[in-house]
Structures are given as structure tokens and as C-alpha cells.
């Protein structure tokens, strides 16, 4: 088993080794950073940095804060914009609601004219029928006061002719009651 240990660690050995060799060819190849080396690099650091935040970074920042006070703006904007649209959007309600009683008012004041137009018409129709009444009645009256005349007109001649016939026949009660009679049934 000792030897087995003895194997083992020559392999381990070997491992390092070659890792040695290579750790050591590496070693050689790269540069060893001492505090000079370390200057330099911060201070080239340090100098880029500084033109690039003039020449590069300070570009882009103000064009990054020149486009956010646009989107700021645009955002004011759209903003007034939909207060605006608001206001309008009100107007135009309150203009569409007194249009709309406006429009009711001329309905309701049309109905009302139609409503007093009809009962002019009706008035001057009930008017004129009660003339026409009026001179109907007149008509009838004036026919039957005439007919009533040429009655009496009428009645009067037959009584004349009547009694011109009794006198000229100076007849017995008989005779004059049979021609009165007579004198009716004409009539």
C-alpha cells in the first residue's frame, strides 16, 4: 500500500509539474503590474473618461435631457390638449342640449299654434254654418210668409168667386150647401 502512495503522489507530482511548466513559460510571457504601470493605467483611465464625458457622454446627456424636456412637453401638451378636448366636449354637449330644448320649445310652440289654428277654424266654421243657419231661416221664413200671402191671396178670391156664385144663384139652403161643398172639394 506504501507503494500505491508512492504512485499516487508522483502522479500528483507530474500534474503539477507540467502545470508548473506551463505556470512558468505563462509567468514569463506576462506582464508583471507594478505601481508605475498602475499610475499610468489610471491616469490614461482617467483621461479617457474625461473626453469621453466631454466629447461623448456630454453629447448624449444633453440630447438624452433635450429629448426628455421634449416628451415632458409633448406630455404637457397632450395633457392641455385633453383638457381642451374636455372643455370642447362640454361645450358641444351644452350646445347639443339647448338645441335640443330649442327644437322642444318650437315643437311644443307649433303644436300650440296648430292648436289655436284649429280653433279659429272651427270658430269661423261654427260662424258661418250659424249664418247660413240665419239666412236659411230667413229663406224659410220669407218662402212661408209668401206662401201664407198667396194662401190668403188665394182664399180671398175663392170666398169672392164663392160668394159672386151664391148671390147669382140665389139658390135654396140646399143648393147653396151642395156648392159649398163643391167649392171645397176644389180646393
Same mark, same amino acid.
Given at each position: 500500500? =506504501? !507503494? ?20 512558468? =513559460?505563462? *509567468? =514569463? ?13 489610471? *491616469?490614461?483611465f482617467v483621461a479617457a473618461a474625461i473626453i469621453l464625458k466631454k466629447k461623448a457622454f456630454g453629447p448624449i446627456l444633453e440630447a ?8 415632458? /412637453?409633448? &406630455? ?12 370642447? %366636449?362640454?361645450?358641444? /354637449?351644452?350646445? &347639443? ?14 303644436? %300650440? ?15 258661418? =254654418? !250659424? ?12 218662402? !212661408? ?5 198667396? &194662401? ?8 169672392? *168667386?164663392?160668394?159672386?156664385? &151664391? ?10 150647401? *151642395? ?9
Amino acid at each position: 500500500m =506504501a !507503494q500505491h502512495n508512492d504512485h499516487q503522489p508522483s502522479q500528483h507530482m507530474e500534474v503539477p509539474a507540467s502545470h508548473g511548466e506551463a505556470g512558468a =513559460a505563462h *509567468a =514569463a510571457s506576462s506582464p508583471v503590474v507594478n505601481g508605475a504601470m498602475f499610475f499610468w493605467f489610471l *491616469a490614461i483611465f482617467v483621461a479617457a473618461a474625461i473626453i469621453l464625458k466631454k466629447k461623448a457622454f456630454g453629447p448624449i446627456l444633453e440630447a438624452l435631457d433635450k429629448r426628455e424636456e421634449e416628451i415632458e /412637453q409633448s &406630455l404637457e401638451n397632450a395633457d392641455h390638449l385633453q383638457r381642451e378636448l374636455a372643455t370642447l %366636449e362640454s361645450t358641444v /354637449q351644452s350646445k &347639443l342640449d339647448e338645441t335640443e330644448e330649442q327644437v322642444r320649445g318650437m315643437i311644443d310652440s307649433g303644436r %300650440e299654434a296648430a292648436r289655436e289654428a284649429g280653433k279659429v277654424i272651427e270658430s269661423k266654421a261654427r260662424e258661418e =254654418a !250659424q249664418i247660413l243657419r240665419e239666412n236659411a231661416n230667413r229663406d224659410i221664413a220669407s218662402a !212661408q210668409g209668401k206662401a201664407e200671402n198667396t &194662401l190668403r191671396a188665394t182664399s180671398a178670391e175663392l170666398a169672392v *168667386a164663392m160668394a159672386n156664385k &151664391l148671390l147669382r144663384q140665389q139658390m135654396d139652403d140646399k143648393g147653396q150647401k *151642395a156648392l159649398a161643398d163643391q167649392l171645397i172639394a176644389e180646393m
